[in-house]
C-alpha cells in the first residue's frame, strides 16, 4: 500500500477568490506555527499572483494523508 502526504495552503486574493497551494511531501516536523508564518511571509512578500490577482490573505492549511492500495487485476 503506498502513502502520501500533502501540505495543502488555502489563500484568499485580492478578488475574494480562493486559491489552493499544494506542496508534495511536506517535512514530518512541521507545525501549525511554521505554517501560519509562511503562509503570512507569501502574503506580505506578494511571492505569487495568479491570473494577476494578488493573494491578499491567509485562509487555512491542512494535511492531507493519503494512502494507495493497488489491485493486480490480471487473474
Known amino acids: 500500500m503506498a502513502e502520501s502526504k500533502k501540505l495543502v495552503l488555502v489563500f484568499k ?14 517535512k514530518d516536523a512541521l507545525t501549525e506555527a511554521e505554517i501560519k508564518a509562511a503562509m503570512d511571509l507569501i502574503v506580505e512578500k506578494n ?29
Open 13 to 26: 486574493n485580492s478578488i475574494g477568490k480562493e486559491i489552493t497551494f499544494t506542496i508534495e511531501d511536506p
Open 47 to 75: 511571492i505569487f499572483k495568479k491570473n494577476n490577482y494578488d493573494l491578499v490573505e491567509a485562509v487555512e492549511a491542512r494535511i492531507v494523508n493519503t494512502q494507495t492500495q493497488e489491485y493486480d487485476l490480471v487473474v
